[in-house]
């Protein structure tokens, strides 16, 4: 027996078991006169089997209901089945869907606007293309290199949703097959993009990652998420996906070569996402990447930290100002509000 709100689902079994004890006849007899085994007349009688056109016709000449009695009564217990079943998942899916961003989602134009709760289910079981939002927990949809994913969390549903949308942007994109190599080599070549302007090097970057099978994707930031970019194998292309309006330049950059650091440390695909130990391995190797850890560490004994010398070491690293107060920063050099004005802040069209 299945039940739900609306529906419940009750099997053939539960009238032949009357008839049988009506007959005072046991499971043991009826399945010798149905010329059938006492484990499927038990499997019928519980709803376990499906109660074939031949059973019915056994069952009209054992218990002298016609057959077509017995289709009848199979054909709406399986139509109640899926009508309960249906509805819950669809009341699972309703609260489910409670924690994603949905209005937010829909003022990018991401999902249809609407309040009814059903056609919110419905519009977001399309837009992560599954038949009930339940399946976003498994390994084989949502392999994204962060931090592990826990269904519950409000924050990691409104990631999914943002990384959903990152995926479905860089079908639009053509990519070369991946390489890695290719991408490696590209890095010093990307870092000196750093100086540019994002009109300059927005272009230049995609083409740059997209020969390198990587499909670069620019994204509004989804309130609750939590998230500065995220990368992830689909189909045959990696996708990076980055937050960037309003967002300062040097966060800009630490955000892009941290999740081009997973895909050169081969953290891309991993079925348990990435870890703690991954996502500190990292951090370090765009750190490096960005200003060579010697390099800086020279700076950091001149004790120097003024605008004039900050300049003076950007230029002669050939990266952005902005790039090297954010790791000082960061370091503890210097307060978080100082030499704020060498960070240029992007406005990058999404």
Known sequence: MVRSRSYIATPPGATIKEQLNDRGMSQKEFAARMDMSEKHISKLINGEVQLTPETAVRLEMVLGVPAKFWNNLEAIYREKIIKAEAENAMDADAEMAKKFPYSEMAKFGWVPE??????????????????????LGSEQITRIACRRLAITEKSDLALMAWAQEAKIKARGIQTAPINIKGLISAMPEIRKMTVLKPNEFCPQIKKCLADCGIALVFLPHLKGSFLQGASFMDGNKIVVGLTARGKDADKFWFSLFHELAHIALGHIGQSNGTSEDDEKAADKWSGDTLISSDDFEAFREERDYSERRVLQFAKAQGIAPGIVVGRMQLEGMIKYSMLNNLKEKYEIAV
Request: glycine letters at 0%; zero cysteines; aromatic letters at 10%.
């Open 114 to 135: 609407t309040r009814e709760a059903k056609e919110k289910v419905v519009n977001l079981r399309k837009y992560f293309e599954v038949v009930e939002l339940s399946l």
